[in-house]
């Protein structure tokens, strides 16, 4: 069968509001409404109640910040009575990569207990930080809004003497549509709009076919995790925007994302974790991992699965995700990391014959606000390309062009990942290095490996500024320089182009250990390695073979006493103290 359909919006229109004075109203909702997640406001999202605002100068970004805790918050600073908080949400930034929301279940005194994820790794007593929504006596600004699910009724603040709240409506509804065992469909030109669960739902379907339809303003808009998994999805000339948890997320065989456009993505900490939260009798979290598996604009998880051609600007956290095998190419991909930190814009793990090649990536820095200022985490780690370091084996790397991140394309490494290659990238202008290699993985020193099979070969690492590194290793398990446990082999090295013409370091190796066999003229700190490249390739275990360095020559330098000129004249006779004068 077909149905004729363009749009599908998730919205219930609110009118009449009760008075309740001090620009405060109120509205019964109608009888079976079990959960609001957003409420917009003339077309604008509006600010669930919120504890500090954003614009709190006594709390900078609106971040309160976490003391001693661990499995808890702990906060001297938290200026409420004991139990106020209790039955709140705290979205709470426990590492760099997470932002999770949970229900607040006790405070007394400086503590908050509240509903951690098992999977989420404790605040280990840094001050991350974190702020709490939901809670009525908090709306104190125009356009903020609780909803009490005992009552059914929903509040909401405006501006001063401006009356009842217009053009408010509120999510109301989970799920645009819910596939379950179908086979050969297609959805099309389809508008999807304020969904708080997901736009599309497909689960066990054997070919679906979604193209040319818009996404906007909604949690997920394409999401199929189902058990069993889903075989032939294909996702086509789409547009996704505002979506504040995933663009598209799927499991399965042969999906196929081609030529679309992603905008926005889980651009806001915590609404992606609101639905069906501040529904009825819903006291467990549902949805609440905002870091490692959400803000993801395309989280692909299958074998033989493309993602080419599409566009990607502005996520919270990883551009695009995938496992499995298959192929990703040709796509652009800036801004990512945009609310997290220590993701990046291309990332896999578990894959098998993957290849990412011809793709764009650039500006990929890493957000730090509400970060915790100790245990090394104030540092952005925003990555292009990120080798994950669980079982990637066969997996290549090439003809990449990657600009303007924090570290360009990062290779981890655990015992099983083998056969991997970094061919033919150009890589410039990262702020740390270019590429970056490292065996850090799970952190399980245990699993010491001396030898990797790894293949660098034929790319193109540019610095521009003297403080950039072509070629990084960071040692983190080896403990010794050439004795028992020596530093790790990462693999063969052969025909790369290293530049920084400001100074003969071309590499760097970090040591976590430096026992007495190490090199005397390791750096103060007595942990990083400067290497040129001849040193470098005469390195036991590091060849390099065939690789050359720049022939450019160049003085760092700096400005002083600099003049903002707005304007320029075709006889640059503007500018002060030009020397040529009006030439």
Not at 470 to 491: E, H, I, N, W
Request: net charge negative; glycine share 10%; charged share 20%.
């Amino acid at each position: 069968g077909s149905m004729d359909i363009d749009e599908l919006v998730a919205l219930y229109e609110i009118d009449p509001w009760d008075d309740l004075g001090d620009d405060l109203y109120r509205i019964q909702l109608p009888l079976g409404t079990t959960f609001v997640s957003h409420v917009y406001r003339g077309g604008t999202l509006e600010q669930i109640a919120r504890f500090p605002n954003l614009d709190d100068p006594l709390y900078p970004g609106g971040w309160l910040h976490n003391g001693s805790g661990t499995g808890t918050i702990i906060d001297p600073d938290l200026p409420q009575a004991d139990g106020y908080w209790v039955g709140a949400w705290v979205v709470v930034r426990s590492h760099n990569f997470y932002i999770q929301m949970a229900k607040v279940t006790s405070h007394q005194g400086d503590e908050l207990v509240y509903v951690s994820n098992p999977a989420v790794k404790d605040l280990e007593g840094n001050d991350w930080g974190y702020f709490l929504v939901n809670k009525m006596e908090e709306i104190d600004q125009p356009g903020e809004w609780y909803y009490d699910p005992v009552a059914n009724e929903l509040y909401m603040m405006t501006e001063m003497g401006t009356g009842v709240p217009q053009g408010v409506e509120a999510t109301v509804v989970g799920r645009g549509t819910r596939l379950q065992y179908c086979a050969d469909m297609t959805i099309q030109d389809l508008t999807l709009m304020h969904f708080g669960e997901a736009g599309i739902r497909p689960e066990s379907i054997d070919g679906l076919t979604i193209e040319r339809c818009d996404f906007d303003h909604l949690v997920t808009a394409v999401q199929d995790q189902s058990v069993p998994q889903s075989d032939g999805l294909e996702v086509e000339n789409c547009e996704f925007s505002n979506c504040y948890r995933y663009g598209l997320a799927a499991n399965g065989t042969a999906i196929k994302v081609e030529d679309n456009e992603f905008m926005d993505i889980g651009r806001e900490p915590g609404l992606g974790g609101l639905p069906p939260m501040v529904g009825s009798n819903n006291d467990q979290v549902q949805g609440n991992e905002y870091g490692a598996y959400s803000a993801i604009a395309c989280d692909l998880v299958g074998e033989n699965g493309l993602i080419r051609g599409s566009t990607i600007d502005r996520v919270g956290n990883n551009g695009i995700s995938a496992s499995g095998g298959g192929l990703v190419e040709r796509n652009y991909v800036s801004n990512a990391e945009y609310v997290m930190n220590d993701g990046a814009a291309i990332t896999f793990d578990e894959c098998n014959k993957l290849v990412v090649r011809l793709n764009i990536v650039r500006d990929v820095l890493g957000n730090l606000d509400g970060a915790a200022t100790s245990g090394g985490n104030a540092q952005r780690k925003g990555v292009g390309i990120y080798f994950g370091y669980s079982s990637n084996t066969n997996t290549t790397v090439e003809e990449n062009v990657v600009t303007a991140c924090s570290d360009g394309i990062v290779v981890d490494h655990e015992p099983g990942c083998e056969g991997n290659v970094v061919a033919r990238n150009t890589v410039f202008s990262c702020n740390g290095s270019q590429i970056f290699m490292q065996d850090l993985g799970l952190l399980n020193f245990d699993t010491y490996q001396a030898q990797y099979d790894d293949v660098i070969q034929g790319n193109i690492l540019y610095c521009l500024r003297s403080d950039q590194v072509c070629l990084y290793q960071s040692q983190t398990k080896a403990q010794s320089f050439s004795g028992t446990r020596p530093l790790v082999d990462f693999g063969t090295f052969a025909d790369n182009y290293y530049f920084n013409p400001f100074n003969q370091v071309s590499h760097v190796q970090y040591v976590r250990y430096a026992p007495s066999d190490f090199p005397t003229f390791l750096d103060p700190d007595g942990r990083n390695i400067p290497w040129t490249l001849s040193g470098w390739q005469n390195q036991t275990g590091a060849p390099d073979a065939e690789s050359s360095r720049s022939p450019l020559r160049l003085l760092d330098h700096a400005a002083s006493n600099a003049v903002l000129v707005t304007e320029i004249s075709d006889e640059c006779d503007d500018i002060p103290n030009n020397p040529r004068g009006g030439r």
